[in-house]
């Protein structure tokens, strides 16, 4: 239980489009989601925090406008990359919270590759 | 300084022998302790979590926390060639609400037949 899907795996697009990636909750309500991106051998960074219903909260130096998260349902949250750029190139991860025994922890997705050409 | 350091390796040891993979972290406000296993072009995956100073154990894998040293461990005995990952300690401040995670850079350890 508790998975959630992430599409697409893998995206190669050109310099100036825009790329949208899904992240679903399978089988369980996710009132929040959470966006990390990840450079080759560096940890996960915190990008944004979505709430369903809301906007998004931004961490200090994401840009809103470049990254825009939409959260309009409890199952689906999805991170567009606008007017993507090679610097845009990373791992995009999302991630939702869930309760294991008495614990919060945190399932991941199975991440993005994008590669912006 | 981070606020978690993580020896990134990597680290490479033969089939069957213990690992410890190790962190350490600044902040002596984080209270949950969690270690990460991921695997290639994957997303993390929960491994184990803990919230005290000592060791919990589960099944192959023992993690470790000293708060007065500030230094986390992971300890896998026997290990097996399917172990072969990204391991990535992550600290929050608490387990309320929608906490943030901070995680070290990942070690990546390699276990040869």
């Known amino acids: 239980g508790a998975v959630v899907s992430q599409h697409p795996s893998r995206v190669i697009c050109k310099s100036g489009t825009s790329v949208k990636i899904e992240c679903r909750s399978l089988?369980?309500?996710?009132?929040?989601m959470f966006w990390y991106r990840q450079f080759p051998k560096k940890s996960l960074m915190l990008m944004a925090t979505s709430n369903e219903g809301s906007k998004a909260t931004y961490e200090q130096g994401v840009e809103k406008d470049k990254f825009l998260i939409n959260h309009a349902s409890l199952t689906l949250s999805t991170l567009t990359v606008t007017s993507a750029h090679p610097e845009d190139s990373s791992f995009y991860i999302c991630s939702a919270r869930i309760i294991v025994e008495t614990f919060y922890g945190y399932t991941f997705g199975s991440g993005t590759r994008l590669t912006v050409v | 300084q981070k606020e978690v350091e993580q020896d990134p390796g990597p680290l490479s040891v033969p089939e069957g022998a213990i690992v410890s993979l190790n962190c350490t972290y600044s902040n002596s406000a984080f209270q949950y302790f969690m270690w990460y296993r991921q695997y290639s072009r994957k997303g993390p995956e929960l491994l184990m979590y803990t919230y005290s100073s000592g060791n919990k154990e589960d099944g192959r894998f023992t993690a470790q926390v000293d708060k007065s040293s500030k230094y986390i461990s992971l300890f896998i005995r026997d290990s097996q060639p399917s172990d072969s990952a990204t391991y990535l300690c992550?600290?929050?401040?608490?387990?309320?609400?929608?906490?943030?995670?901070?995680f070290g850079t990942g070690t990546r350890l390699t276990i040869i037949p």
């Open positions: 992550a600290n929050a401040l608490s387990n309320f609400g929608n906490e943030k995670l901070t």
């Open positions: 089988d369980f309500q996710a009132t929040t």
